[in-house]
């Protein structure tokens, strides 16, 4: 009768407190929302990352003094930050954005109206798959290859991947598209209040994905004046107890870029140390000029997550075949994200991949750098400044006095797409990126066109 009594009164005691952190949450609001109205009036933006910091360091001590666990606590900030911003950003006009896929839209919009258009903002190679790839097609359908199958992909084809990536086969899974691995990765690893740290300038996607799961994205910015070289001190100084995973991207989307091998090993071993993932979207390997890229599984870490794609390698984007390479047990979560979406990659897409997966993708290669070149000559005669790029297919340059979306419009007026800057991070809206994805006579045509609205701006 008296642990009854007891029970009853500790649940008692909960309830209270319950009923005291949900009014202070919400004093916490109205509060968020006071200051929300003095930063629009004075028109600072909502984000402050030094306030953030204070706040974070603050909580961080409480939980030492109280044996609160620290990742909980910041996981429980992280979550108020998240709604704080959310009412600040209440009856904001919302900044102006556009991603490369917007842009992409509009473009499609205005080719629809009659208008003709050069396509540099998406990433998608003009040359045809391998010819084995329509081959496989026909006979996919011949041979009644167009059934569900096993969600991690068809044997023969991880058996391919296997072999190519030097792993065992239950390390991967295919997946419709790289961009698939990476949202199944995000949403599966990480959990609402966690962290994940991208570097900026970057593909937009990681930052959706990690909205979709209630995370929080923090950014490190990268630099022009760097090379596009991240700051490995300030990256360990962002790590906390709440960080779950670091994101890489190289050869990089926007910038080209291939870090160095060192500079992956000493973020590899920052993961390990804190016991982080580390996401390697490795779509554009294959890609690579001079500079030889080296995968984030050489370093052999357990928390790894690569992922690739036949898309860009073998021109292959409407395919949507990709794969991901981890630990079994984060592959048994992938797997089961995919089960439930999307039962497997459509059966003679699978088949596609295998035949396109033993041929050689060098004459790609050697077309894209060519167009870079180029494209990177054109930018030096018009004295615009950039960082040349090691791989992928894009160049990122730095604009001279004019803002990008403004760049944007006045080039879709005149029929060519560009993808804005600031669709890959909020500090690049005085740059754009410009894929090389088109026949070097078009190029010059679209390289015309953007040197004389620049002349005019001027
Ligand atoms: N990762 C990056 C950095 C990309 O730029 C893209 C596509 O543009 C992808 C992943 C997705 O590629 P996929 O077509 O394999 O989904």
């Known amino acids: ?51 953030e910091q204070d706040i974070r360091k603050m909580v961080l001590a409480i939980s030492s003094q109280t044996g609160m666990k620290p990742d909980f606590a910041l996981r429980l900030l992280n979550i108020l930050l998240e709604e704080s911003e959310s009412v600040q950003a209440q009856g904001r006009q919302p900044p102006q954005k556009q991603t490369h896929l917007g842009i992409f839209m509009k473009a499609k919009q205005l080719e629809a109206s009659g208008k003709e258009m050069i396509h540099l903002e998406v990433g998608e190679p003009d040359y045809p798959p391998p010819s084995a790839v329509g081959n496989s097609l026909s006979e996919s ?27 065992t086969e239950d390390r991967l899974i295919v997946t419709p598209g790289g961009r698939f691995a990476v949202f199944s990765a995000i949403v599966s690893l990480l959990e609402p209040g966690n962290e994940l740290i991208v570097l900026d300038p970057a593909w937009p996607a990681y930052k959706e994905c990690a909205d979709f799961a209630g995370a929080r994205t923090r950014v490190l910015k990268t630099r022009f004046e760097d090379s596009w070289t991240p700051d490995l001190g300030m990256l360990e100084d962002m790590i906390n107890p709440a960080t779950k995973m670091i994101v890489l991207n190289y050869p990089n989307n926007p910038t080209g870029k291939i870090l ?33 890229f080296q995968s984030v599984l050489e370093f052999d870490y357990e928390k790894t997550i690569m992922v690739s794609s036949f898309s860009k390698r073998y021109a ?65 005669e018009m004295s615009i400044r ?73």
């Open 1 to 51: 009768m008296d642990q009854d009594r007891e029970l009853g009164d500790l649940r008692e005691q909960v309830r209270v407190v319950t009923a005291d952190i949900i009014r202070d949450v919400q004093k916490r609001m109205e509060l968020a929302r006071q200051i929300g109205e003095i930063k629009n009036r004075k028109g600072i933006e909502v984000k402050d990352e030094r306030v």
């Open 141 to 167: 359908f011949r041979l009644r290859r167009y059934h569900y199958t096993e969600t991690r992909g068809i044997a023969k084809l991880r058996e391919a991947i296997a072999k190519k990536e030097n792993v």
């Open 260 to 292: 160095e091998n060192k500079s992956v090993e000493k973020i590899v071993s920052l993961a390990k140390d804190n016991d982080l993932y580390v996401l390697s979207d490795e779509v554009y390997a294959a890609y690579s000029y001079g500079k030889q």
């Open 316 to 380: 292959m984007t409407g395919f949507r075949v990709g794969y991901g390479v981890a630990d079994p047990r984060v592959i048994q979560q992938l797997n089961k994200i995919q089960a439930a979406g999307i039962t497997s990659v459509a059966e003679p897409m699978q088949y596609a991949a295998l035949a396109a997966i033993g041929e050689d993708h060098r004459d790609n290669v050697k077309i894209m750098k060519e167009r870079l070149d180029y494209v990177c000559k054109r930018l030096k």
């Open 386 to 458: 950039f960082v040349s790029p090691d791989g992928a297919l894009y160049v990122f340059p730095e604009l001279p006095d004019i803002d990008d979306l403004e760049l944007v419009d006045k080039l879709l007026e005149r029929g060519v797409a560009v993808a804005p800057g600031s669709g890959f991070g909020d500090s690049y809206k005085n740059y754009i990126r410009i894929s090389a994805c088109q026949p070097l006579e078009i190029l010059a045509k679209a390289l015309d066109k953007t040197s004389v609205v620049l002349e005019e701006h001027a």
